[in-house]
């Protein structure tokens, strides 16, 4: 069920909480395109949250989360 929500970009924003395992989250996430900031881009970032464990799932490939993953490597 979940893997169908994570591919299905085309939905909703959603919060589910599965049992007491983890939330799902999926939100739309907005930018500008590189060479034209009257278009605005949207993505699907998917979120899984586990009592020890975050798993991200994006829509394009990019970098949007280095700085977050650099914090949590460096420890802050």
């Not at 034209?36 to 993505?43: A, G, Q, V, W, Y």
Request: hydrophobic share 35%; aromatic share 10%; proline share 1%.
């Amino acid at each position: 069920m979940i893997l169908e929500d994570i591919v299905n970009t085309e939905q909703r924003p959603k919060i589910e909480e599965i049992e007491d395992d983890y939330i799902y989250i999926s939100l739309k996430m907005f930018d500008y395109h590189k060479n034209d900031e009257r278009k605005l881009l949207e993505e699907q970032i998917s979120l899984v949250l586990g009592k020890h464990y975050v798993l991200s799932f994006q829509e394009n490939e990019n970098d949007d989360f280095d700085v977050l993953k650099e914090r949590i490597n460096n420890g802050k």
